[in-house]
Structure formats: C-alpha cells, structure tokens
C-alpha cells in the first residue's frame, strides 16, 4: 500500500457536464474526507466518512455535489453540472480514528478539476 | 465552526534564519492543532502536531508553541535550509467524535540560499 490515491490527476471538461472522481485511501484507515483546495487557500472541507457512514457535509457542498463510500473501502466524488466556480483541486484524505496518533490525515496528491 | 486565521501569507528567509508562522482559532473546544507542509505539485503532510494538554512540542529544527488563553499557537524553524520552502498550513480541530480539522489559508515560505 502507497498511500491514498485519487483519480484522474487532472480533469477539463466542459460547463454542464457531470464530472466524477475516485479516492482509494490506506486500506486500514476508517475514515475518509474530501477537501477542495483553490489557488491561494487551505483546503476546505467538504464530506467525511466513517467507514461507508457519511457522518458530515459542508454547506460548501451543494445539491449537485454527491459522495459515497460503498463498502467502506474507496469513495467517489460527483458534481453533477458543473460551474466554473466548480475549478479547484479536490484533495481526498484518510486517517485511522483509533490510532495512538488519531487527527492525523493522510492526503492524496489530488484531483485538478478545470471547468471551461 | 471553528475559524482559523493564518499570518504571513508569504515569508521570504535567507538560509539559516528563523521563520515563524501563527494561527489564531475561535472555538476554545479545539484541542488538536497539526500542522501541515505541501511542496509544490505535492500532498500536504503532516510535519508535527500539539494537543492542547502541553504548550510547547519540538521535533529537530521544528518547534510549536501553544497558547491556549489566547487561542493561538505558533510554528518555528530554525536554520532554514532551501529544502524547507513550501506552503505550511496549520488546522484545528475536536478530537474524538466527528474529527474535522479546520485548516488556515497558508503561508509560502521561501528560503534563499
């Protein structure tokens, strides 16, 4: 295991289209978060999972932002028509909440998302 | 929720100088405080971290200092070297229950050699 992996690295698409992303996190790690993280910015929160429960979403994530853990294993990121608004770096996390060291996250490198 | 607020946005060093960055938080709850550094086109990694149950952590040429009254802590690097540039973010968060940390905008260090 390398570590949390996301895909694709980059996505351009088109204002409108549907746009999914895939997060596979450590395989031991319970819990998974999605970030978006704009030029200049810390990340922001978006949704949380604990194992297959999302336990929390942000206000930032509107109706046409949807995400799901099946299984409790990896996680998928939708925006549903997207906007320009929508262009940010989506940044998938996971962490184990047992561990002596708990809060650590453990970030993946990424998905760019440009909207044109 | 809890707002973080993160100053300088830019701090431009010479090697071997000291560089400090500080966060301030609202939520007197938050007890765990990381901090994180992202090279660039990398992932943000956790560099150190301080629970608020001690006020100050060291790890090699890194240092956090906690003031829990004030609601802010802080990060040191002594003897910057080239290899220290990158953003640092700090965060805060609640351990326990629905961990969310709550991160700061950044600060881009530059260290010239």
């Known amino acids: 295991d390398t570590g949390v992996s996301q895909d694709p690295r980059h996505k351009i698409t088109k204002r409108g289209q549907n746009v999914t992303f895939r997060c596979d996190p450590i395989?031991?790690?319970?819990?998974l978060y999605w970030y978006r993280q704009t030029l200049g910015q810390g990340p922001e929160f978006l949704t949380y999972?604990?194992?297959?429960?999302?336990?929390?979403k942000s206000r930032l994530l509107s109706d046409r932002f949807s995400a799901e853990r099946p299984k409790g294993s990896f996680s998928t990121l939708e925006i549903q028509r997207t906007e320009q608004g929508d262009s940010a770096m989506y940044l998938c996390?996971?962490?184990?909440?047992?561990?002596?060291?708990?809060?650590?996250?453990?970030f993946g490198e990424g998905s760019r998302l440009t909207v044109l | 929720g809890e707002n973080v607020e993160q100053h300088p946005s830019t701090l431009s060093v010479q090697e071997g100088d000291s560089a400090v960055i500080k966060c301030t938080y609202s939520?007197?709850?938050?007890?765990?405080f990381p901090w994180y550094k992202q090279e660039l086109g990398k992932r943000p990694q956790l560099i150190i971290d301080?629970?608020?149950?001690?006020g100050e952590k060291k790890d090699q040429r890194i240092a956090v200092t906690l003031n829990k009254t004030a609601k802010h802590f802080s990060l040191h690097i002594t003897e910057t070297q080239p290899e220290d540039s990158a953003v640092y973010f700090c965060?805060?968060?609640?351990?326990?229950?629905?961990?969310?940390?709550?991160f700061g905008r950044g600060t881009s260090l530059i260290v010239h050699p």
């Open positions: 395989s031991e790690h319970n819990r």
């Open positions: 999972f604990q194992n297959e429960a999302q336990l929390e």
């Open positions: 301080i629970r608020s149950n001690v």
């Open positions: 996390a996971s962490s184990w909440s047992l561990a002596a060291n708990t809060g650590e996250l453990f």
């Open positions: 965060a805060a968060s609640k351990s326990g229950g629905s961990y969310i940390p709550t």
């Open positions: 939520d007197s709850a938050s007890n765990y």
